[in-house]
């Protein structure tokens, strides 16, 4: 784990699955537009919280890219999913604006709610096609552009699926949040 303190607020990165993240509020999920389930994060997600949250998504889809909106967490261990739509690289534009979108948006759903903790996956750098270098470095712009905005959340964590992703984004961090 790498932990950056800043503005009051603990920055975590960590190597893991995002739906096994159990002393967090909120988990964010990578979602589609439709709210289902699929492959990667949003399927993870959708098999481990149950049949119920896709009962629940139903009316608040379609999310249009960088719209955020949550849900109860059901059979997670988070009280909370917050589903985030991340841009396609190559066709949602502009990809920078719109993947800063989906933290920001994030960020304020959860301090919305009175949030304290919450996880994000790496968005849009799976199947979405966005990479992972950029994805890094777009994220966290985003957090520091947000860290004035919060006054809930103490922990935000970033909870990559693997090694390299976790690099990538802890040098990220280094570099951004200062």
Do not use: W
């Given at each position: 784990?790498?932990?950056?303190?800043?503005?009051?607020?603990?920055?975590?990165?960590?190597?893991?699955?995002?739906?096994?993240?159990?002393?967090?509020?909120a988990v964010v999920n990578a979602a589609n537009a439709e709210l289902?389930?699929?492959?990667?994060?949003?399927?993870?997600?959708?098999?481990?919280?149950?049949?119920?949250?896709?009962?629940?998504?139903?009316?608040?889809?379609?999310?249009?890219?960088?719209?955020?909106?949550?849900?109860?967490?059901?059979?997670?261990?988070?009280?909370?999913?917050?589903?985030?739509?991340?841009?396609?690289?190559?066709?949602?534009?502009?990809?920078?604006?719109?993947?800063?979108?989906?933290?920001?948006?994030?960020?304020?759903?959860?301090?919305?709610?009175?949030?304290?903790?919450?996880?994000?996956?790496?968005?849009?750098?799976?199947?979405?096609?966005?990479?992972?270098?950029?994805?890094?470095?777009?994220?966290?712009?985003?957090?520091?552009?947000?860290?004035?905005?919060?006054?809930?959340?103490?922990?935000?964590?970033?909870?990559?699926?693997?090694?390299?992703?976790?690099?990538?984004?802890?040098?990220?961090?280094?570099?951004?949040?200062?």
């Amino acid at each position: 784990m790498h932990e950056i303190k800043i503005n009051g607020v603990s920055m975590e990165i960590v190597k893991g699955n995002i739906v096994k993240q159990p002393d967090l509020d909120a988990v964010v999920n990578a979602a589609n537009a439709e709210l289902r389930t699929g492959g990667g994060v949003a399927g993870a997600i959708h098999r481990a919280a149950g049949p119920e949250l896709t009962e629940e998504t139903r009316s608040l889809a379609p999310i249009q890219p960088g719209e955020a909106v949550i849900t109860g967490g059901y059979n997670l261990d988070n009280d909370y999913i917050i589903h985030t739509l991340g841009p396609v690289y190559g066709r949602d534009k502009p990809e920078d604006k719109l993947l800063k979108g989906c933290y920001q948006n994030s960020l304020r759903v959860a301090e919305d709610s009175g949030l304290k903790s919450i996880g994000f996956p790496a968005i849009s750098t799976g199947a979405f096609g966005y990479p992972v270098e950029l994805a890094a470095e777009v994220t966290m712009e985003a957090i520091k552009e947000y860290l004035d905005k919060i006054n809930q959340l103490q922990k935000i964590r970033f909870v990559l699926f693997d090694k390299s992703d976790y690099e990538v984004y802890k040098k990220a961090a280094e570099k951004f949040i200062q």
